[in-house]
């Protein structure tokens, strides 16, 4: 069961652009087990949206099943939501998106969700650049079920029953690369500084904007031997960059010393400012990416960080010429033009 929180708060609390404060962007009282990493990204969530001042009923979430998508009830209570079976979760957003592209899409998902039953949803989502942020919280572990290794893994990892796991992990984000995805970034639950900005930066992106989260199970792996824990993932992790979300609203101030700095210019005018830390990396080439996502994997770090942006990325709607008009907002008169306009099509047709 859940539990709600009160709905009074400070009248001096800070509002944002819109009115809300930021205690309008949360659900109820999170269930999951004390520590869990995906209660730390759904605070991600909740202080993303308050900072790009985004009014709740422009945002539909969507989820499948696991201990992750249970996290949208934690988050945007005055939100669209649609919690969908197990694996299913991008083709309901499909629909729904196809429907009405007037809101933004944010889609909550596992690495048993994803990796497993719902692998061929997760890449016909990508190969369609479906305008979405897909966010995996990855733990490698399946959680709701005692524990068992999922497909993300790592090999040779130690289960907290204390066997090696002996199979390749799937690397989402290598996979996402590999399908040319649009956005691909990688953080950890832990690190919301990186990961706030990256939320962001994928709410703005037009197209399928992915992000893997590292992120550990307190309950399952979170013990010696885990490659998914959270001392493991400290004493790893290597950021491609130091990250900063800038609305096109606000003036640009930022100094950076010359030679580390790259300004990734979003299709609405936003931008995401980079401080670069590997000279080989290129958030622009995709090959460049990969290259560094297996060179930081043979080294057993995990990268993190925005890994891949295009900046040519048209979405499903540009890709397929539909109707600028929301599905639900089309008249009478637009969807039955008239038996002229029918006759028409059918002699072109002949």
């Known amino acids: 069961m859940s539990y709600v929180k009160p709905k009074f708060y400070h009248p001096s609390l800070k509002k944002n652009k819109v009115g809300y404060v930021k205690a309008d962007y949360e659900g109820v009282i999170s269930t999951l087990c004390a520590g869990c990493g995906h209660d730390s990204i759904s605070g991600a969530i909740v202080q993303a949206c308050y900072e790009i001042s985004l009014e709740p009923h422009r945002l539909a979430k969507l989820s499948g099943i696991g201990c992750s998508s249970k996290t949208p009830t934690y988050f945007l209570s005055n939100s ?149 824990s959270y001392s493991h993932v400290r004493a790893h992790i290597e950021a491609t960059s130091a990250l900063d979300f800038v609305p096109h609203e606000e003036e640009i101030t930022v100094e950076y010393n010359e030679g580390t700095e790259v300004t990734v210019e979003l299709f609405d005018g936003s931008k995401i400012n980079l401080g670069k830390l590997a000279p080989d990396w290129d958030p622009h080439d995709r090959f460049s990416a990969v290259n560094k996502l297996h060179a930081a994997k043979s080294q057993g770090q995990i990268l993190t960080g925005l890994l891949y942006i295009n900046k040519e990325s048209q979405d499903l709607h540009g890709k397929l010429n539909t109707s600028n008009k929301p599905l639900n907002k089309l008249t009478q008169d637009e969807l039955c033009p008239g038996n002229e306009s029918l006759e028409a099509i059918n002699q072109s047709l002949r």
């Open 80 to 228: 669209h939501g649609f919690n969908s079976v197990h694996g299913r979760m991008p083709s309901i957003t499909t629909g729904a998106n196809m429907a009405n592209r007037e809101l933004i899409y944010l889609g909550v998902s596992g690495d048993g969700d994803t990796a497993s039953i719902g692998m061929g949803q997760f890449v016909h989502a990508i190969r369609r650049n479906l305008n979405m942020v897909y966010i995996v919280m990855n733990n490698g572990c399946y959680g709701l079920t005692k524990g068992q290794d999922s497909a993300t893994a790592d090999f040779g990892s130690v289960s907290k029953a204390g066997a090696e796991n002996p199979y390749q992990a799937i690397d989402l984000a290598g996979l996402a690369l590999e399908l040319n995805a649009s956005f691909v970034a990688r953080s950890f639950s832990g690190d919301k500084t990186q990961l706030v900005p990256l939320i962001k930066a994928g709410m703005a992106h037009p197209g399928f904007a992915f992000i893997d989260v590292i992120s550990p199970c307190v309950t399952f792996n979170n013990n010696k031997g885990s490659t998914k």
